[in-house]
C-alpha cells in the first residue's frame, strides 16, 4: 500500500489509510492461510518537519515505492489534498513506479481520492472508474480519457479497481478478499468487522439501501420476519399487517428508515439472498430464482442485470466458492 504523506497525515486520510491495513494486515490465519502479506510504502517528505505541520502525525514506513515492482496488489488510498484540488503534483517517483508495477503484473487499486494517482500513471485511460463523488467532476475534467462514473461505490475492471470515498474503501477491499479467497472467507471477514458482507459495486453511492438513514427499532422484527420468508410471496399489506400497522404508516417508516419503499427493500434483499446462494452453492439458477422468491429464471436474470450489472452466471464466475457446497438452505423461519 502507497503511503503518500508519511508527515503531517491529515485525520480524514486515515481511515481509508486504515481499511487496507484492517482487512488485509491482520493474520486471519483460522479462515486463510496464509493470509495476505501487507507492506506500507512511503513516498517520503524530505525536509519536512513534524512539528510544523498542523495535525503534527508522521507515519514511519519500512519500504519505499521500489518496493511496488513485484507486489500482487498495489493499493493508493488517497493521494495529498493540494493533488487534487490544486493540481499539485503527486509526490517524486510515484507515477513512475505505479506504472513500472502495472508493467510487471500486479492488480492497481485505488481508494476515495486515489484515483488520481492511477489516472495520472495513465492506468485509468480508457476504464471505467470512480472516485469519492465530491473529486469525480475534477477526475472527469483533468483526465478526460477516463470514463468516469460517479454514481456506483466501485467498479472492478479486472486488474485495475477504483472505489469512492469512506466506507465504499471498506466494500472494495472485501471484494478483493471474497475474489481471492472466496465468498465464505470475505462473509467471516466482515462479519468479525461488524460490517455488511457484501455491498455490490454498482449500488449508488448517494443512497446507502443495507444503512437506515434513522433509528427505528420497533421495524427490526417485522423485517427480520421478511428475510426469513424470502421464498414465500411476500407484500406491503403482509408487512403491515405482522408489524400491527396501517399500510401507509408502514410505507412512511420503511421510507424513513431504508431511504427506500417497502417493496423496494424486498427487491434488495432478494437479490441479496440470491448473491449468496450463487456465491456459496452450485443450485441451478432456477432453484435460486425459487428461494430468494425472484420466481423465474428470466425474472432473477432481468433484476440482476438491472441492479447488479451482471448476470446471474457472470456473478457466479466472479465469485468462485471456497465453502464446503450447500445444496439445501435450511429454513429458519419461526412463527
Known amino acids: 500500500m502507497v503511503v503518500t504523506e508519511e508527515i503531517g497525515v491529515p485525520s480524514w486520510d486515515l481511515y481509508e489509510l486504515s481499511i487496507p491495513c484492517t482487512v488485509f494486515g491482520k493474520p486471519q490465519p483460522d479462515l486463510a492461510d496464509p493470509w495476505y502479506e501487507l507492506r506500507l510504502c512511503g513516498t517520503g517528505s524530505p525536509g519536512a518537519d513534524a512539528a510544523e505541520e498542523p495535525f503534527g502525525l508522521s507515519v514511519r514506513t519500512r519500504y519505499g515505492l521500489d518496493d511496488l515492482v513485484g507486489a500482487d496488489t498495489v493499493i ?3 493521494v495529498p489534498d493540494a493533488c487534487v484540488e490544486e493540481g499539485a503534483p503527486l509526490p517524486p517517483g510515484l507515477v513512475d513506479a505505479l506504472r513500472a508495477a ?9 481508494l476515495c481520492n486515489g484515483a ?3 489516472a495520472e500513471a495513465g492506468l485509468l485511460d480508457g476504464r471505467r472508474a470512480t472516485a469519492h463523488w465530491q473529486h469525480t467532476t475534477q477526475l472527469a475534467a483533468r483526465h478526460p480519457r477516463v470514463q468516469v462514473d460517479d454514481s456506483v461505490l466501485y467498479v472492478d475492471d479486472g486488474d485495475v479497481l477504483t472505489s469512492a470515498g469512506l466506507t465504499a474503501g471498506l466494500d472494495l477491499c472485501l471484494h478483493l478478499v471474497r475474489r481471492d479467497l472466496g ?6 471477514l466482515a462479519r468479525r468487522m461488524v460490517v455488511p458482507a457484501h455491498r455490490p459495486g454498482g449500488q449508488a453511492q448517494f443512497i446507502d439501501l443495507s444503512v437506515p438513514v434513522t433509528d427505528d427499532a420497533g421495524l427490526g422484527p417485522v423485517l427480520q420476519w421478511a428475510r426469513e420468508r424470502l421464498d414465500q410471496p411476500l407484500t406491503v399489506a403482509d408487512l403491515a399487517r405482522r408489524a400491527m400497522l396501517s399500510p401507509r404508516t408502514l410505507h412512511r417508516r420503511i421510507q424513513a428508515a431504508t431511504g427506500t419503499t417497502p417493496l423496494q427493500w424486498l427487491l434488495n434483499q432478494r437479490l441479496a439472498r440470491a448473491q449468496s446462494l450463487l456465491e456459496s452453492t452450485d443450485l441451478p439458477v432456477e432453484k435460486i430464482g425459487e428461494l430468494s422468491g425472484l420466481g423465474t429464471a428470466n425474472n432473477l436474470r432481468h433484476h440482476f442485470l438491472k441492479q447488479v450489472g451482471v448476470s446471474p452466471s457472470d456473478y457466479r464466475r466472479a465469485f468462485p466458492r471456497s465453502a464446503p457446497d450447500v445444496r439445501e438452505v435450511p429454513s429458519t ?3
Open 76 to 78: 493508493v488510498p488517497s
Open 102 to 110: 502495472h508493467a510487471a503484473g500486479a492488480r492497481m487499486v485505488s
Open 116 to 118: 488520481f494517482a492511477l
Open 183 to 188: 465468498a465464505h472467507v470475505a462473509n467471516q
Open 333 to 335: 423461519r419461526s412463527a
